[in-house]
């Protein structure tokens, strides 16, 4: 049942709209119609099957076509109405006292293009032009509210962690594995969606890999892919059964009332090769640097360039996220309610970090046939630096 106390305060919605609106109006741009569901789920509260219409200045309406009923008690948008169908936003803006923008904002990076055909004949006088950019900008700035459930998410995932290590065991599968891990997390409330913003990217949980299974490259942008169960998935666990003196990988994502945190731990039966202990604490140590060097106003790409030399330095330049044309260029980045958030730690990245953004830190080193070391924690950027938190011990934890 709907619990009323989980909903995002009005007040905590009007100033994610109101800072969205001052790029709507440094811009130039009269309004913008937010329909994706995360983006819906920060500015109204709700992800019922509705469109949001922001104006440059005023107040918002929100337009529900499924369940209108759902949406009056989870937003606290003030103006909600019912609709049936995009073709009717036009009279719904006039008949409540809009003008129909000249300029109209669409997140058009996430948009399907027969949805923008559709906003094409509708809006027929209006400029379309994609405001995206401007609502990835706001949304990588936490507000004290979002913090506290970030917060919570860390500890949960820090719970898991630890729950993974008593739940390995010599002879299990990844998949079998994995799904003892995630049932604790699903216990613990994990909402069961980990969502993405970029375009064919999908997780399930995360993944947790054993020895060479980790080191087999995928699709998805990250540093490790996995067999998976199969080519329609194609990344993740698979049916490899876990063994003695291999590196076990668990990156896994705890989803806590939309928000997300991201969390690395390597596990091992038995010992593992001094040349993996040795690899993994290098990654301690480019963790612990970037913990360091990552304050307000230092540029994200910069981060992944000291991390990239610090490697290089220690030996580790042709394993350090990936492996030749597969490895990636970045070790970390941003994350809130999806976990692709900016900040980009990555190469070539100009933002500067500011305070209140919350960041993955990812330092890795794959090796094809042995597999994966390394480790992943979730901060929040305060004034003086990264604020780690998630906690769990970070040493190779062995069973």
Known sequence: MFNSENSTPAAELDKR???????????????????????????????????????ADGESILMVRKSYERALKESNIKKIVPFSSPRQIPDLLLENGYRIPGVLGLETDVMPANYYFTYRE??????????????????????????EIIKKAAFFSDKVAKKAKELLEEGITEIE?????EAEARKLGHQGIVRMRLWGSELFYGHIMAGPSAAIPSFLASPTGGPGIG??????????????????????VFAWMGYLADNTRIFSIGDLPDELIKAHRAMLDIHAMIKKEAKP???????????????????????????????IRFVGH?????????????????????????????????????GVVGIENTHLVG?????????????????
């Open 177 to 181: 594995f994995a799904g003892k891990v």
């Open 383 to 399: 004034k003086d630096g990264l604020i780690q938190l998630t906690v769990a011990d970070e040493n190779i934890m062995i069973v």
């Open 122 to 147: 509708c809006f027929e006088k209006s400029k379309l032009t994609d405001v995206s950019h401007f609502i990835r900008l706001v949304r990588s700035v936490k507000s004290d509210y979002e913090i």
């Open 297 to 327: 106003g230092v540029k994200s790409g910069d981060l992944y360039e000291m991390a990239k030399e610090t490697a290089e330095r220690l030996g580790y330049g042709e394993h350090f996220m990936g492996v030749g044309d597969q490895r």
């Open 334 to 370: 941003g994350i809130g309610l999806e976990l692709d958030e900016y900040p980009f730690l990555a190469a070539g990245q100009k933002m500067a970090l500011e305070e209140g953004m919350t960041i993955a830190v990812e330092p890795k080193l794959v090796f094809p046939g042995k």
């Open 17 to 55: 709209i109101k800072k969205f609106q001052t790029h709507l109006d440094k811009n130039n741009i009269d309004g913008a119609l937010i329909i994706q569901n995360t983006d819906l789920f920060y500015f109204a509260g709700t992800i019922q099957q509705a469109h949001l219409f922001i104006p």
């Open 231 to 252: 080519q329609a998935v194609a990344q993740g666990p698979g049916f490899t059964t876990i063994q003695k003196h291999q590196p076990v990988l668990v990156d896994y």
